[in-house]
């Protein structure tokens, strides 16, 4: 078997999907901008494919403004907005959306393309699939985020469809990273890799990243509903440990979702753990017998420092444009950075005794 000639195009698939990781990486960043410039309600209907265009003449935008003046976002928060300044946030969510088509028919291309030409290496078409199901399933889950906050009296989207529509793109993000890692090496490298794997790292790794990504979604939840403006003293909140006011909102859950001081206080405090937790997963990490292994995990700690720097830096600024899209940029490079160390744990790169990976 491993003599035996290669089939599919490994090299050609993982270029495509670089291709779709980058761009789900600038969704990723791009999503957070319309969330911070307030415009994920300026589109008020979900059309797919006839949403492509955006309004072509005076009528046609005088039309998109007044289906957003119905909706409470414009009659409590907005009233009164221009139709210039109706057309800046209006193109950030049209640009998010079109972002979102042109990954779409980037993979719809690349898999069926793939597929005919039956290119795709032995046992990835379901793992390739997966991708493009979970990308539709994304496409509903915005949907259904950006129709909480058109009725009623919200004037945002619901802080947790937010967190579970950030949440997915960090798992699509996640799969494209593992699946460009796998198809960097030949089956038969990975096959021997896979003897010399750090079973306890590796586990301890896969932990550390279930940590991470309940950090992403606490972080959506402050992101959601501003609450890293309103606390921006460190590491005390209003001068005291825990935050005034923590549960005055009835019934008592709904605190953990929609009272900014509680939410901001629990995604710090997931924080402390986290670089706690990524302090004992790099000790292990440092400890490794491969060099590629260690130097994954030196980047990771340094990651770990840097973005837990940003969050504060982020809080004590009352959440700036600049800084708070730096920080979840930060995210994104966290969750790449894990997946690499996390790879390389499970499947070592052999070094030679004079260095050589």
Same mark, same amino acid.
């Given at each position: 078997?491993?003599?035996?000639?290669?089939?599919? @195009?490994?090299?050609?698939?993982?270029?495509?999907?670089?291709?779709?990781?980058?761009?789900?990486?600038?969704?990723?960043?791009?999503?957070?901008?319309?969330?911070?410039?307030?415009?994920?309600?300026?589109?008020?209907?979900?059309?797919?494919?006839?949403?492509?265009?955006?309004?072509?003449?005076?009528?046609?935008?005088?039309?998109? %403004?007044?289906?957003?003046?119905?909706?409470?976002?414009?009659?409590?928060?907005?009233?009164?907005?221009?139709?210039?300044?109706?057309?800046?946030?209006?193109?950030?969510?049209?640009?998010?959306?079109?972002?979102?088509?042109?990954?779409?028919?980037?993979?719809?291309?690349?898999?069926?393309?793939?597929?005919?030409?039956?290119?795709?290496?032995?046992?990835?078409?379901?793992?390739?699939?997966?991708?493009?199901?979970?990308?539709?399933?994304?496409?509903?889950?915005?949907?259904?985020?950006?129709?909480?906050?058109?009725?009623?009296?919200?004037?945002?989207?619901?802080?947790?469809?937010? @967190?579970?529509?950030?949440?997915?793109? %960090?798992?699509?993000?996640?799969?494209?990273?593992?699946?460009?890692?796998?198809?960097?090496?030949?089956?038969?490298?990975?096959?021997?890799?896979?003897?010399?794997?750090?079973?306890?790292?590796?586990?301890?790794?896969?932990?550390?990243?279930?940590?991470?990504?309940?950090?992403?979604?606490?972080?959506?939840?402050?992101?959601?509903?501003?609450?890293?403006?309103?606390?921006?003293?460190?590491?005390?909140?209003?001068?005291?440990?825990?935050?005034?006011? @923590?549960?005055?909102?009835?019934?008592?859950?709904?605190?953990?979702?929609?009272?900014?001081?509680?939410?901001? %206080?629990?995604?710090?405090?997931?924080?402390?753990?986290?670089?706690?937790?990524?302090?004992?997963?790099?000790?292990?990490?440092?400890?490794?017998?491969?060099?590629?292994?260690?130097?994954?995990?030196?980047?990771?700690?340094?990651?770990?420092?840097?973005?837990?720097?940003?969050?504060?830096?982020?809080?004590?600024?009352?959440?700036?444009?600049?800084?708070?899209?730096?920080?979840?940029?930060?995210?994104?490079?966290?969750?790449?950075?894990? @997946?690499?160390?996390?790879?390389?744990?499970?499947?070592?790169?052999?070094?030679?005794?004079?260095?050589?990976?």
């Amino acid at each position: 078997m491993i003599d035996a000639p290669k089939r599919g @195009a490994r090299g050609a698939v993982r270029a495509w999907l670089m291709v779709l990781f980058v761009m789900v990486a600038a969704m990723i960043a791009v999503g957070g901008l319309t969330r911070l410039t307030d415009s994920g309600l300026s589109i008020t209907e979900w059309r797919p494919v006839t949403g492509a265009l955006p309004p072509m003449s005076a009528e046609a935008w005088q039309s998109e %403004f007044d289906k957003y003046r119905l909706i409470p976002q414009y009659q409590l928060v907005n009233k009164g907005m221009s139709l210039s300044e109706f057309q800046e946030i209006y193109w950030w969510e049209w640009g998010h959306r079109q972002l979102g088509r042109m990954i779409g028919l980037v993979w719809a291309v690349g898999f069926f393309g793939f597929l005919l030409a039956r290119r795709i290496p032995v046992g990835w078409t379901g793992r390739l699939a997966l991708v493009g199901a979970l990308g539709g399933l994304q496409g509903a889950i915005g949907w259904w985020m950006v129709a909480s906050g058109l009725g009623g009296t919200m004037t945002s989207v619901a802080s947790y469809r937010l @967190a579970t529509h950030l949440g997915l793109a %960090f798992v699509i993000l996640g799969f494209l990273a593992w699946y460009i890692l796998l198809l960097g090496r030949s089956e038969a490298a990975l096959l021997q890799a896979r003897r010399a794997r750090e079973a306890k790292l590796f586990s301890m790794t896969t932990g550390f990243m279930h940590l991470a990504f309940v950090q992403i979604l606490l972080g959506a939840l402050v992101a959601g509903i501003d609450a890293g403006r309103g606390f921006t003293d460190w590491p005390l909140m209003a001068g005291q440990v825990f935050p005034p006011e @923590a549960f005055v909102i009835e019934p008592l859950w709904r605190n953990f979702f929609e009272n900014p001081g509680l939410v901001q %206080f629990v995604h710090r405090v997931a924080g402390y753990l986290l670089l706690a937790f990524g302090v004992v997963v790099w000790l292990r990490g440092r400890a490794s017998v491969h060099l590629a292994t260690r130097r994954a995990f030196h980047m990771l700690a340094v990651m770990v420092l840097a973005q837990m720097a940003l969050g504060i830096a982020t809080v004590m600024h009352a959440a700036p444009l600049s800084l708070a899209i730096t920080h979840q940029v930060g995210a994104v490079l966290l969750w790449v950075l894990i @997946a690499r160390a996390r790879h390389l744990a499970g499947y070592p790169q052999a070094t030679s005794l004079r260095g050589a990976v």
